[in-house]
DNA sequence: TTGTAAGCGTTATCAG
DNA sequence: CTGATAACGCTTACAA
């Protein structure tokens, strides 16, 4: 590994000079000299050490991407297909800039602070459940930070935002026009100002809309695993008081569709489920699923984006993804 | 952030006490010095500098993870299933080490040798395609690495194996166990002394044991994202010349199915299927999948294992990982 | 346009 | 058992 200074005896000048070429300082320095100095660099296949950099100018070229979860659900983050579609629309816009990412599950709060201060590490996005205390600690270190999906309201915050009410709407007004009238919701438990709670109103505004009633035991709190969704089909296929599903994840329609119709029920024709995401994933069930469709890949990119050009001294504005109702073949006529 | 001097200030010694506190050489400090600094250390929330220590050490603490693709098939590798269940094993076992990950999809062997030296990565875990030249400009490189399910074959190397010719070999047994005589291989291109390869062995030897011919027109090439395989089934639905497919990858497989189903094919009555790997996404399918398991996540600790071993100057064993037969409801007998 | 020199936070060597 | 000092590779005032 040759180091900057070797360049410099190489090309005959200081390493400063050097510096300055790589660092595109070439107002400083005569264009031959550029040249040599570029020449010599690509032959000895120089390239800066990050972490003298680091050291030096205190920045690490590190975005950290962090999945919050709670020690229960563990089994870690990458299994879900959501955080994977945001880590492709993360690494995808990173590669584009010569900042790189390191990927991290995360349980406490100490942890996250830790590895912070470990890496300095200059910007972070965060995903999964954020409660307060948790943002609370996030707000006292320097790096900017972004919350995809997190369970915490703050206007003032980097976010990139979707429109949750409004696709809870769509899915529920979408089941009622069907014809149903009694829909579950199914999700991850919904804390105060989180996304989940969010499409909860936007589902029980359908409701009110239709002069429906909102009943308790139609709120079905799940993780949101795979093997988990399955078993909740399995067991709502005992159930006799609704018509049609809302799962707040294409993941857990998907898994609750399959216990479903592996306990004998027919989709659409005994029962309508809808999800949330159009992931690859809802492509995968027969018949294909219905599902709020965002474009999870891009929100990762305006992520990655909107970091960046905050690293760069910008101010930059929030942003708000659209979503939108694709109809598939898992929901259908409400059975009379 | 407090630095290794302030401690010391704050101690009352010197930056060297500091250091050999926090690198447990306590048999060089006196015990009630390395209370009083580890009281410190927790009392100001000290966390040393990474960038620091990696320039003075020339090391850094960062494992590579990194996923070799072909540019066409791009869209990132977090979409995979297989790798983001390897990349759990590997979290998980990492974050029981002084350990980091830096995950990176990566097209070229330019690219991955440029990230190697930018950040002297401490070691390397390769999965994807990882042709003979690639291979041999990763061993100029210094650093230990290890493949997992990679297409390039040398014992004396670090390996995570599995036994996937004898993968392919139950598949097919148990297809041909059913009375299908005509059977589909289907799977990415297999190249020489890969993983597939080896499958396809076993497909092959199981057809010879049984007498049956060995068809071209049988072995299939397809690419391994959910869309593509869906539509692989569709096409799948007009061929009439096999009543059993073996996929290399649930994923492979439970598209293929859906593809299949939502032309109007019955599975397992018209045709069955099974897959390889035992992932989630085998309990989403309806029927769900019969698959060759494997411990995918396993595999991941393992290799973290093995490449921890390695920085530590051991020589660690090679170590080849079980296959078996998960049977449900995507097989059954061959229609007459 | 180029060079000098200091320093980022740590560890390693050697001395006390 | 503890301390002084140098060095890792780079950037950045400031000087020439």
Redesign the pocket.
């Known amino acids: 590994?040759p180091?900057?200074?070797?360049?410099?005896r190489l090309a005959?000048?200081?390493?400063?000079?050097?510096?300055?070429v790589?660092?595109g300082n070439h107002?400083?320095?005569?264009?031959?000299?550029?040249a040599r100095i570029q020449a010599i660099i690509q032959r000895e296949g120089?390239?800066?050490?990050m972490?003298?950099?680091s050291?030096?100018?205190?920045a690490s070229k590190i975005i950290g991407v962090f999945n919050l979860i709670v020690p229960e659900e563990s089994g870690g983050s990458f299994q879900d297909p959501f955080h994977s579609a945001l880590l492709t629309g993360i690494e995808l816009e990173l590669r584009r800039s010569d900042y790189f990412m390191m990927v991290r599950t995360v349980y406490t709060a100490e942890e996250l602070l830790e590895f912070l201060s470990n890496w300095n590490i200059d910007a972070l996005i965060l995903t999964g459940i954020l409660n307060q205390g948790f943002y609370e600690q996030l707000k006292t270190q320097p790096a900017p930070f972004l919350l995809v999906d997190s369970e915490v309201h703050d206007e003032s915050r980097m976010q990139v935002h979707l429109k949750d009410r409004e696709g809870g709407l769509m899915a529920t007004r979408h089941l009622i026009s069907l014809g149903h009238e009694r829909i579950l919701f199914c999700g991850p438990a919904p804390m105060e100002e989180g996304v989940i709670k969010e499409r909860l109103m936007g589902y029980r505004q359908a409701l009110q809309e239709a002069g429906l009633p909102f009943v308790q035991e139609r709120l079905l709190l799940s993780p949101m695993g795979i093997r988990e969704a399955a078993d909740l089909g399995r067991a709502l296929a005992l159930r006799d008081d609704f018509t049609a599903i809302f799962a707040t994840a294409d993941v857990l329609a998907a898994g609750i569709m399959a216990g479903l119709q592996n306990a004998g029920r027919r989709i659409p024709e005994d029962i309508s489920v809808i999800g949330f995401d159009d992931l690859p994933v809802a492509q995968l069930t027969v018949p294909q699923l219905t599902t709020i469709r965002q474009d999870v890949v891009q929100r990762g990119r305006a992520a990655v984006r909107m970091l960046l050009s905050s690293l760069a001294g910008k101010k930059p504005d929030n942003i708000t993804f659209p979503v939108e109702l694709v109809q598939r073949g898992s929901t259908g006529p409400a059975r009379r």
């Open positions: 590994m180091t900057i200074s070797d360049i410099a005959g000048v200081t390493a400063t000079t050097v510096s300055n790589i660092n107002k400083r320095v005569s264009p031959q000299t550029v120089y390239v800066p050490s972490a003298a950099r050291l030096k100018t205190n």
